[in-house]
């Protein structure tokens, strides 16, 4: 079994509940917007609800950043590869996020929701040397990991081999040696690589890449967050594929 905290965490679990919820536990006290959609929502599914005093909240969530509301469930079900990789045949321009090694889970968290938010189909992580999909990290996404397809793969290099038999070109976010974004041409499938917080991508993963994208910058420091620098090239990504999209409309 798993926990899940924090009111929008719970919510969005409780939208996308397929009998996976056992019970939801709440602060008698909580009488806040959110906390009241959580009684509707679990009320409306028949799960069961234990109103019970902060401190045992404190111990079940493990944290006491949990904002009055917990719900236990099934553990985190990850996609798999094959599963995902039919999900793209049906799209004209499938988008998938490679995360080489980001061990962050506030990191991981924001970029899970960043990707959501772009349409992103997939999102693949190692399974050595990476945060996983916990709690935290389901906290931080403010529960955009439990809609967003999560692959956890043995070898990202073999993994993007694959992906290029499927049709998708590679491009690898390196802030020192890469093209500008509007430079490239975003056709057909694509997967975005994004490295650790340190050390960027890996030499190996590196290598593996079609492209090398790089954020133009001009202020004193030259480099960004990984959450925000990959925003941001999501962004792009799929301006560049609305606006191919509009002139074809057009034409």
Request: glycine content about 10%; charged content about 25%.
């Amino acid at each position: 079994m798993q926990v899940i905290y924090g009111v929008h965490p719970v919510l969005e679990a409780l939208k996308d509940d397929s009998g996976r919820i056992e019970k939801v536990l709440l602060t008698r006290e909580g009488k806040r917007g959110g906390i009241r959609e959580i009684i509707e929502l679990a009320s409306r599914r028949k799960i069961p609800l234990v109103l019970t005093d902060r401190e045992h909240l404190n111990i079940t969530a493990g944290t006491q950043h949990h904002q009055g509301a917990i719900c236990v469930c099934e553990g985190y079900r990850y996609t798999g590869i094959d599963e995902m990789l039919a999900r793209c045949t049906s799209r004209d321009n499938a988008l998938l996020v490679i995360l080489d090694e980001i061990t962050d889970p506030q990191n991981l968290g924001s970029l899970i929701r960043t990707a959501l938010c772009f349409g992103v189909a997939g999102l693949i992580i190692p399974e050595k040397r990476s945060a996983s999909v916990t709690p935290s990290v389901i906290k931080a996404s403010a529960g955009a990991a439990l809609h967003l397809p999560i692959i956890k793969v043995v070898n990202i290099a073999r993994t993007i081999d694959r992906l290029k038999e499927g049709g998708f070109w590679i491009y690898g976010a390196d802030a020192g040696c890469g093209e500008g974004l509007q430079a490239s041409d975003y056709s057909n499938h694509a997967c975005l690589v994004l490295g650790s917080e340190g050390k960027g991508i890996r030499p190996l993963v590196r290598k593996k890449c079609d492209v090398l994208v790089s954020i133009p910058m001009t202020g004193t420091i030259d480099s960004l967050n990984v959450s925000v620098a990959g925003g941001i090239i999501l962004y792009e990504i799929t301006r560049h594929w609305d606006t191919l999209k509009t002139q074809g409309e057009r034409g």
